[in-house]
């Protein structure tokens, strides 16, 4: 079966510090690969997505960015954080067929401080 | 425009009741599938049922059923019997562009569901 793993589970971090989220899936090869961050008591907002290694679109123009250097690898870093990046950060993995869903990780909680 | 609505930021429930929530949608794309997640508090997101745009019968998953009215784009969740586990919130969500291999899900704002025992 597939797994799919965040960490950190939380943290917190100075404004003007970088940033690196890890997100890993098991079980599946070439999978689609989505970050959402979810502000409090808010919906999903995509940031980036990726359909192969090294193919990344973004969704927000922002100080965050994505790389996908392993198959079932995908990495969210900043190099200065913002006091606005502040956030639940989740990692989902899906097939992009219209059927399929997007399974989610258990989420890393940001806080910029 | 907004393209998923959740018109409910919050709703209370007696224990054992059924519960509607309520989704809306908006597409051009006469090829689309409709999601409902699960959040509780840890924040983990959870899959919990699916209808395409095409299906003629309602899906149905346990407890779970979703009400689709395709000329309303009307994706309604209903919880028959709910439970205290049931606290949580509730986002509905849509794929648009099936045929691209980059089709995202997009997410409607979420209704907070409160159990009452």
């Known amino acids: 079966s597939q797994t799919i793993h965040q960490w950190p589970a939380t943290l917190v971090q100075p404004v003007g510090s970088p940033l690196s989220l890890e997100c890993t899936v098991e079980g599946t090869s070439n999978p689609n690969l989505y970050w959402y961050r979810q502000a409090a008591g808010r919906g999903l907002q995509l940031l980036f997505y990726s359909i192969g290694i090294d193919q990344i679109s973004s969704e927000v123009p922002q100080n965050l960015s994505a790389s996908r250097p392993q198959d079932r690898q995908f990495i969210l870093s900043s190099k200065k954080l913002l006091l606005s990046d502040s956030g639940f950060y989740l990692c989902?993995?899906?097939?992009?067929?219209?059927?399929?869903?997007?399974?989610f990780g258990p989420g890393t909680r940001l806080t910029v401080l | 425009a907004q393209k998923i609505t959740q018109t409910q930021p919050g709703m209370f429930v007696q224990e054992k009741e059924a519960v509607t929530l309520d989704c809306t949608y908006d597409?051009?794309?006469?090829?689309?599938?409709l999601f409902w997640y699960k959040q509780p508090s840890s924040g983990e997101m959870i899959f919990l049922i699916y209808?395409?745009?095409?299906?003629?019968q309602n899906a149905t998953e346990g407890r779970y059923s979703l009400n689709f009215q395709k000329a309303r784009k009307s994706a309604n969740l209903v919880i028959s019997a709910s439970q205290l586990g049931d606290s949580a919130m509730y986002f509905c969500a849509m794929r648009e562009a099936w045929y691209s291999s980059a089709s995202k899900i997009i997410f409607g704002s979420g209704t907070r569901l409160s159990i009452r025992p």
């Open positions: 597409t051009s794309d006469p090829s689309y599938g």
């Open positions: 209808q395409g745009s095409y299906d003629q």
């Open positions: 989902a993995w899906g097939r992009g067929r219209h059927t399929d869903t997007q399974y």
